[in-house]
């Protein structure tokens, strides 16, 4: 019943029943103050209703009309028999309801329940009516504690920005901001305030390539097409993965068909079976969330499930098949394709006033199912339709870009996280709708211009979307003062070795990346060059080869693997504690594991620079928590542990290198300084503890301890060597290779040829076929190139 309340009934439960009814939290059960009776009073004690379900079927309409009908039969006394009829009664009323509807033809704007979802690809079955363009006014002045705790906010992570900007590293990134809100952000994972400059949007965008992919259009036929494809491209990257990794495994797509729904279903069937799930599925988005927590532990038949949504694991129909399977989010993009021409339309000018809006195209999204929603007999865009917007804002679609479009600071749909926001900020105890959401929003961005709010330069430069993004932050941030939450931790940036994005690449796909390299980038018309412009499109490590082969000295921000002198036994994160393994362990060796828990990034106190014998540094894991002790004392015998808790950069977690043996060392400028491979001993900053790593008993992990040097003799037991990660290495002359073979199956084919200004010149024969892959046209090859393959391909076969 909880769950049902205010999400599935047309009124709050009060009304149905006129009494005040106690939903219980964590629990699907409901009681009743008072009760009419002694027969309801035994049956209404908690706990009183427990749903459980035997069987998948029905949709959400048909369990609520059920549950409030035994709850008012169970109210009035009636015995379970009774109840039970009823409810039989009522599945037969909805299953001859939903027969009589499969008869009918549903409307363009409406989903009939129980209805069979229409085949891929069948244009406008399931698309809602076009919102109404509407204009906003500012709703009700904000309180002014509300606005602070907001505007705090957001001015403590502008300052965060510009910090790094600056250069700051480490602690000092926190300089500057308010004492619980630095604990925060030490904590938990928080976006800049303004969404275009977060990590992941860059990616988005650096791969999809916009603006040099426009300027190859000839046609205005090419330049739609094009534009239709961004609108493809950024749809599916957000609303099936949400992470770069998954948009660059699955590419830019010229196409969407049948054989593109493989080629999604191939890249995470090949996850899976590598155990990277996590990295291609985000967990800030609540549909691929889901998707991302069924594959994690999931077997093969859930993963069919999730491809498919078929076999014993299969969900029922919607809300759950989309939510819960690739195959429910793979049909949603078949109807997001039959419109990306109209979001192409209204992002074009006024031809009237010749300005831009971006409501339109919001609008337009909102059609989509899960792109908007039902409000009073209303459609209204919602935030999935926003966040498509928004990376479209900074494409050709947008004629002239953000800085063209006039309605960024009056419009923007609310999303469910900053509705809770709103709810803090106003303190209302109700949800506001979308068309509320956005007049309180106005009103938010109005009190910018109160003396002292903004504090960072104009406030014309916010827009509405900032007060949105800002808003669901502030709803976690009000979530950590609950022990129990949801809020996601810092993680940082991956500290995975990149083997994956270089191997197993095929010979054909590696060319015709190389040659779309050579159109996008003219300047990059060497090997070393193309391979670094290849690198750099792609995020590969192409360019730290010689850099990381020359460099031996370790320094702030390097990715190190830390394991015993003795045996080689490696220090890994397991449980959230640090245990050393039974059996050395390597880069090689989890080259396909999901995560590096092997891997830690070493940061100085004082910031970037190399790494000498004293300095104080922290050891950040792959959660993004630094490695410290469980107890403040030496007396405890603490562990070295990465609790959920923990705050970066606390003083407790400072650890300091010295020497682990006499070296044999020049004495130059680099002496003092650690080197890739140095054995030393890891030091505590509080007490000049040891950390220790006893011998693994019996095969199992032991946990690595904190103790005094004078209760441990043996050297041996805390002597560690310090290695640099050797995958970005790996990975990059993986590519190298890759590159040099392509270019030579290049040459064979007749595809790629050597320059008239030097022999490492490259050149492409067909140009104008790389051209049309890159604008989403057909490639056509000339009789000779065409032959040349074709003798190729015979001299391999032989």
């Not at 590293?169 to 303004?194: D, E, I, M, W």
């Not at 709103?422 to 709708?433: D, R």
């Not at 009190?447 to 979307?465: C, M, N, Q, S, T």
Request: hydrophobic residues 35%.
């Amino acid at each position: 019943v909880s769950v049902l309340r205010g999400k599935y009934l047309d009124m709050p439960l009060e009304n149905y029943f006129g009494k005040k009814w106690r939903p219980r939290h964590g629990k699907q059960s409901a009681y009743c103050t008072n009760s009419p009776g002694p027969a309801s009073a035994k049956l209404l004690e908690p706990p009183l209703i427990n749903a459980t379900s035997s069987a998948c079927g029905g949709c959400a309409k048909q369990a609520a009309r059920v549950a409030c009908t035994r709850l008012v039969h169970a109210e009035q006394g009636s015995s379970i028999q009774q109840k039970t009829i009823s409810k039989i009664r009522i599945c037969k009323e909805m299953r001859a309801l939903s027969s009589k509807r499969t008869c009918q033809k549903p409307l363009e704007h409406t989903v009939a329940v129980g209805m069979r979802r229409p085949a891929v690809g069948s244009r406008g079955s399931t698309l809602y009516k076009l919102p109404s363009r509407r204009e906003y006014v500012a709703g009700p002045e904000p309180p002014s504690v509300g606005v602070k705790r907001l505007y705090e906010l957001m001015h403590a992570r502008e300052t965060i920005s510009r910090n790094r900007a600056n250069g700051l590293l480490g602690p000092k990134t926190y300089q500057g901001l308010p004492k619980k809100l630095a604990s925060y952000f030490r904590r938990h994972t928080c976006p800049n305030v303004r969404r275009r400059h977060d990590r992941t949007t860059r990616e988005l965008h650096k791969l999809a390539a916009a603006p040099e992919r426009f300027a190859l259009c000839k046609t205005d036929a090419e330049r739609q097409r094009l534009k239709r494809l961004f609108v493809l491209n950024f749809a599916l990257w957000r609303f099936i993965g949400g992470t770069a990794t998954f948009a660059r495994e699955v590419g830019f797509l010229t196409n969407w068909t049948t054989t593109e729904h493989e080629h999604v279903r191939k890249v995470i069937r090949f996850a899976w079976q590598e155990g990277r799930t996590d990295d291609l599925f985000t967990d800030a988005y609540a549909g691929p969330g889901k998707v991302r927590l069924g594959l994690k532990h999931g077997d093969a038949e859930k993963l069919h499930a999730v491809l498919y949504n078929s076999g014993p694991k299969a969900v029922g129909g919607e809300p759950f098949q989309t939510m819960y399977t690739v195959h429910g989010k793979l049909y949603i993009m078949d109807l997001l394709w039959t419109i990306a021409q109209d979001v192409v339309d209204a992002a074009s000018p006024n031809p009237k006033t010749g300005a831009t809006h971006w409501q339109p195209s919001v609008n337009v999204l909102g059609r989509v199912p899960w792109f908007g929603m039902n409000d009073n007999g209303e459609r209204f865009p919602t935030f999935f339709a926003k966040e498509v917007a928004q990376d479209l804002l900074d494409t050709p679609v947008f004629e002239g870009g953000r800085a063209k479009v006039k309605d960024l600071r009056s419009f923007c749909p609310a999303g469910p996280g900053a509705i809770i926001g709103l709810m803090n900020v106003y303190g209302l105890k109700t949800k506001p709708s979308q068309q509320d959401a956005v007049r309180l929003m106005l009103g938010l961005l109005q009190a910018a211009w109160r003396p002292g709010v903004w504090k960072h330069g104009d406030p014309a430069g916010l827009e509405l979307h900032d007060i949105q993004f800002m808003l669901c932050e502030l709803q976690k941030v009000l979530q950590t003062s609950r022990p129990c939450n949801n809020v996601r931790e810092y993680a940082g940036s991956s500290l995975r070795s990149h083997l994956r994005t270089t191997h197993g690449i095929s010979l054909s796909k590696c060319l015709d990346r190389l040659e779309e390299t050579l159109v996008l980038f003219p300047k990059a018309n060497t090997q070393e060059t193309a391979t670094q412009a290849l690198a750099s499109w792609l995020r590969l490590p192409g360019s730290q080869v010689d850099l990381d082969a020359q460099k031996r000295t370790l320094s702030h921000g390097d990715c190190i693997c830390l394991s015993r002198r003795s045996d080689g036994a490696c220090l890994e994160i397991k449980n959230r504690a640090l245990v050393v393994t039974s059996a050395c362990s390597s880069v090689e060796k989890g080259e396909h594991s999901a995560e590096q828990p092997s891997l830690f990034t070493v940061e100085r106190v004082d910031g970037a620079g190399e790494i000498h014998f004293g300095d104080l540094i922290f050891l950040r894991t792959h959660v993004g928590a630094h490695v410290g002790p469980s107890s403040p004392s030496l007396h405890d015998h603490p562990t070295l542990t990465v609790p959920r808790s923990s705050e970066r950069y606390e003083d407790i977690r400072r650890f300091w290198l010295e020497p682990g043996k006499p070296r044999r060392r020049r004495p130059t400028k680099t002496a003092n300084v650690v080197w890739d491979g140095d054995c030393v001993h890891l030091r505590w900053s509080q007490e000049g503890g040891f950390v220790q790593m006893p011998a693994a008993k019996g095969g199992f992990d032991q946990k690595c301890l904190l103790v005094d040097a004078s209760n441990c003799p043996d050297t041996s037991l805390h002597t560690i060597r310090v290695e640099r990660d050797k995958g970005p290495a790996i990975a990059a002359q993986r590519l190298r290779e890759n590159v040099a073979a392509a270019i030579q199956l290049g040459i064979a084919q007749g595809r790629l040829r050597l320059g008239q200004h030097g022999s490492r010149s490259l050149e492409i024969v067909e140009p104008e076929a790389a051209r049309r892959r890159l604008v989403g046209c057909r490639a056509k090859w000339t009789r000779t190139v065409l032959q040349c393959m074709r003798n190729s391909f015979e001299g391999l076969k032989k």
